[in-house]
């Protein structure tokens, strides 16, 4: 346990402007752990594309096998191991795993990512991931899946929220002026 180690989570859903607030963490010189690199590096392992279908199923297996807060569990690790005193952890989805890393780091905080559905939906239509829905039908499956996993209770617990509904610029201001409030 590191008790003085200020960690952030991060919850949103997809397209909301996670990787925005991770673009500014960095900027500032804090770390950034990403939980969706757990399932990317298992995808790779088993030697599977990261497109969505199969970056889910093996979401689901991991939780299914090792329980709902092993995603969390892989990252501790690597908090950890970072001289960093703050890091972002981005990609929480359930309340267990919220509960894992409040055990390991007494100073453990959410930070909500607000945006429409609508807004969400422009944006992961044009950024073109592999991982990204092809059409609006695709986008609400998306969305179900992740409800069903336990972010809709992460998101309405947590500690900050931040929308972005601007610009990129306007955006990545707001989240600055965040950290300069909240990071002590």
């Known amino acids: 346990m590191d008790a003085l180690k200020l960690v952030i989570g991060l919850v949103g859903m997809p397209g909301a402007g996670k990787s925005l607030v991770d673009e500014v963490a960095v900027t500032i010189g804090f770390e950034v752990v990403n939980m969706g690199d757990v399932v990317r590096e298992e995808a790779k392992r088993q030697g599977l ?52 890393f409040r055990k390991s780091f007494p100073r453990f ?5 607000h945006a429409s559905p609508e807004t969400r939906f422009r944006r992961l239509f044009g950024r073109g991931r592999s991982d990204d829905p092809a059409d609006w039908a695709a986008f609400l499956d998306r969305d179900s899946k992740e409800l069903r996993i336990g972010i809709g209770s992460v998101i309405a617990l947590s500690d900050f929220v931040l929308s972005n509904e601007g610009t990129i610029r306007q955006f990545k201001t707001r989240v600055r002026r965040f950290f300069r409030t909240y990071v002590t």
């Open 49 to 100: 594309q990261p497109i969505h279908e199969n970056l889910m199923r093996i979401m689901f297996e991991l939780r299914e096998k090792d329980g709902p807060k092993v995603i969390a569990t892989k990252c501790v690790p690597k908090i950890l191991q970072s001289p960093k005193k703050v890091v972002v952890v981005d990609g929480l989805r359930s309340m267990p795993e919220v509960e894992e």
């Open 109 to 113: 905080r959410v930070l909500y990512i």
